[in-house]
């Protein structure tokens, strides 16, 4: 199942990398191992539909013309994708209900793989989709086999209000047999947690639960009239025209965000050609304080805030004379306040671009808030602060301590922790001192200090107490 997520106020990064790559066609072949697992879920759907087809129902009249009918309106149906919650959907469940009941009930799954198939017929022919991702096609069709075994062995002849109990048990097992087939291919086809599939296939879930009683009024007017069954069409349409418009929002917001990442990555280049060592420090707390997002476990938008904030938190420092940023010795009073001024400045730049970076400005502003509340520019305290500030804070002055400046020389990765645990709950927030600390620890080889893979490998040479506290000028 391809993810799409829900459209707020902007994509999630996730979202976006399964947007970009969304499409309902793709010329190119399956992977060994997911055709394998694809092919032997198509060849097991097979066989348990053409075995149900022979031994269940018998006794209920056939119409060819309708059936047709029904599994090009399938198939119409299932041309349709609407993007909601964290998955797509399509309205199919407006004429696999009334299968249930105008066709043989043991036939059904064999019906609806049809119809899926015709309504898959266009890429193919067109040469959107590779041949070989046709056995994906039974697969997907797991779902009409519990709905058909309830109803076929519960010996339900039309859709009778009087049958609700079965019909309710046939709605669960529908769910139970599309969330567990998609859950183990996809698992197995993947290697993707079987713990995540809940949350991707829940939206899915609850509009087939949704449409279920408007595909059961379908089936209960074309028990009289079969064909009256087309009346749905029209719904069809208008959910196709709501899709295409929803789709259009989606490629907007996945442009606007490309934009700002643009801009971000634009930014933070005309940083580091302002100033070499800051946009090599920037980059630096990047990647340190993703590590310390991932480890724990934030959003994967407050992830993407922290990345951007991380990259742009010394933004403003572009107002800042050269000659004050590196100048070597103490800084005067003045020259503190013009230092202290810069996250203001790089959230007034962040904010005139607007959008998401109006968020990841409100991180660059707190970045140099202290845990006890004396940091600058709002002088916040706790929780008061943004994670988001609070772990590029840490970052920053980790990175910083670790890296040779102009007025002083670097920490050894030992003294650098050392001191973070001295300003745990002071300077910085304790949650994210024992993420970080726990970070480099693990990825520091015993018998010393080492780069990492983040830029803090330099040994200190007799820094004074004073410097210690200061940590980073920026």
């Known amino acids: 199942m391809t993810i799409f997520g829900e459209l707020r106020a902007g994509l999630s990064p996730a979202v976006e990398e399964l947007l970009e790559g969304f499409d309902s066609s793709s010329p190119t072949p399956l992977?060994?191992?997911?055709?394998?697992?694809?092919?032997?879920?198509?060849?097991?759907?097979?066989?348990a539909a053409v075995a149900m087809a022979v031994l269940i129902d018998g006794q209920r009249p056939f119409s060819v013309?309708?059936?047709?009918t029904l599994v090009g309106a399938y198939a119409v149906a299932s041309r349709v994708r609407f993007a909601i919650g964290y998955g797509y959907t399509v309205p199919t469940q407006l004429f696999f209900v009334p299968m249930l009941f105008l066709l043989p009930v043991g036939a059904v799954p064999l019906f609806v793989a049809a119809g899926i198939i015709l309504g898959s017929l266009p890429e193919y022919l067109a040469g959107r989709s590779h041949l070989s991702r046709m056995v994906l096609l039974p697969g997907d069709s797991w779902h009409a086999v519990g709905p058909a075994l309830v109803l076929g062995l519960g010996g339900v002849a039309g859709p009778e209000l009087s049958e609700l109990p079965l019909l309710l048990a046939a709605l669960a097992a529908q769910l139970a047999f599309d969330t567990g087939s998609s859950t183990l291919r996809v698992w197995l086809a993947l290697a993707i947690s079987p713990k995540l599939q809940p949350a991707l296939l829940g939206w899915v879930a609850l509009v087939d639960v949704l449409l279920s009683p408007v595909g059961l009024l379908v089936a209960i007017a074309a028990a009289q009239s079969p064909y009256q069954l087309l009346l749905?069409?029209?719904?069809?349409?208008?959910?196709?025209?709501f899709a295409i418009e929803r789709r259009a929002r989606l490629s907007q917001a996945l442009e606007l965000s490309r934009a700002y990442r643009g801009t971000t990555l634009a930014l933070g280049d005309v940083l580091e050609a302002d100033d070499e060592y800051t946009g090599v420090h920037s980059q630096s707390v990047v990647s340190l304080s993703v590590a310390v997002a991932d480890e724990l476990g934030i959003s994967s938008t407050g992830r993407r805030n922290v990345e951007f904030?991380?990259?742009?938190?010394?933004?403003?420092?572009?107002?800042?004379?050269?000659?004050?940023?590196?100048k070597p010795g103490p800084l005067t009073t003045d020259e503190w306040l013009v230092i202290k001024a810069h996250t203001i400045e790089g959230q007034r730049m962040l904010d005139r671009v607007g959008g998401l970076l109006s968020e990841v400005g409100r991180i660059v502003r707190s970045s140099h808030e202290r845990w006890d509340g004396s940091g600058y520019p709002d002088g916040l305290a706790g929780d008061e602060i943004p994670l988001g500030s609070t772990i590029v804070s840490c970052c920053d002055a980790f990175n910083a301590m670790t890296t040779d400046r102009s007025y002083r020389a670097a920490m050894s990765l030992e003294e650098a922790l050392a001191e973070l645990l001295r300003e745990s709950g002071s300077q910085f927030n304790p949650a994210v001192v024992e993420v970080l600390t726990r970070i480099v620890e693990r990825a520091t080889p015993q018998g010393g200090d080492h780069h990492v893979g983040i830029n803090v490998g330099q040994r200190a040479r007799g820094l004074s107490a004073g410097a210690r506290a200061e940590t980073s000028r920026l």
Do not use: T, Y
């Open 31 to 47: 992977p060994r191992r997911e055709l394998i697992v694809e092919a032997i879920a198509s060849v097991a759907f097979l066989v």
């Open 65 to 68: 013309p309708v059936a047709l």
């Open 232 to 241: 749905a069409l029209p719904l069809v349409g208008l959910l196709a025209i």
């Open 309 to 326: 904030g991380a990259l742009l938190h010394d933004v403003g420092k572009i107002a800042v004379p050269n000659e004050i940023i590196n």
